[in-house]
């Protein structure tokens, strides 16, 4: 018997922030996104999964990444933007 394993990213956009850019100092509207890393076996049973937040200046293009504490905050805080939208 052989086992098939693989980790599998997944980009997944969250939304477009506006902050100062850490490279070109350059306030500018940033794309905010995930990194979504799952092992899985077989293609099919995912046994570990990991994210890393990012983010991309539109002015520059330089991407730089966030830490998990403040990615989680950011994502919640777009989600309840969201949600307000749709109600």
């Known amino acids: 018997m052989f086992l098939v394993w693989g980790t599998y990213p997944e980009k997944k956009d969250l939304g477009i922030v506006e902050q100062t850019c850490p490279q070109c100092k350059k306030k500018a509207n940033f794309l905010f996104f995930k990194i979504v890393k799952t092992t899985k076996i077989f293609w099919i049973i995912p046994i570990w999964q990991s994210h890393d937040y990012y983010f991309t200046c539109g002015s520059c293009h ?24 749709n109600k």
Request: hydrophobic share 20%; net charge negative; glycine share 4%.
């Open 62 to 85: 330089s991407t730089f990444e966030m830490k998990k504490e403040k990615g989680t905050e950011l994502e919640e805080k777009i989600n309840e933007q969201k949600e307000l939208k």
